[in-house]
């Protein structure tokens, strides 16, 4: 079993930072790439950013570009967000996901964290 955690999100003011996390953790042979994702109410789920494994490559939304950074830790298996200069219209529950294989000869597949909430408001 593959699970994805992460941790960091809360009720900041409009302006302020925060870090979110996510780790992989279980029967994980190569992680591929991971990503962040978040859902507003009443909105479709979106890409926020996603980072290569293999090259460190990043990809933003136009939306967060500037003031957001996606990182990998050492392990390859944890990923970062940091989010800075924090707008009300970030507010959403952050998803993590991770690209990985479970075995050598498994197909890559993505799983998902059950997200943590992120509320900008004054």
């Known amino acids: 079993q593959v699970q994805l955690m992460e941790s960091g999100g809360g009720l900041v003011q409009p302006g302020e930072s925060l870090r979110l996390s996510c780790a992989a953790s279980?029967?994980?042979?190569?992680?591929?790439?991971m990503s962040w994702y978040r859902q507003a109410p009443g909105k479709q789920r979106e890409l926020v950013a996603t980072?290569?494994?293999?090259?460190?490559?990043?990809n933003y939304a136009d939306s967060v570009k500037g003031r957001s950074t996606i990182s990998r830790g050492n392990a390859r298996n944890t990923v970062f967000l940091q989010m800075d200069s924090l707008k009300p219209e970030d507010s959403a529950v952050y998803y993590c996901?991770?690209?990985?294989?479970?075995?050598?000869?498994?197909?890559?597949?993505?799983?998902w964290g059950q997200g943590t909430q992120v509320t900008v408001s004054s």
């Open positions: 996901r991770a690209n990985l294989q479970i075995t050598e000869l498994s197909t890559q597949n993505y799983y």
């Open positions: 279980g029967k994980i042979f190569t992680v591929y790439s």
């Open positions: 980072i290569s494994n293999s090259d460190g490559l990043t």
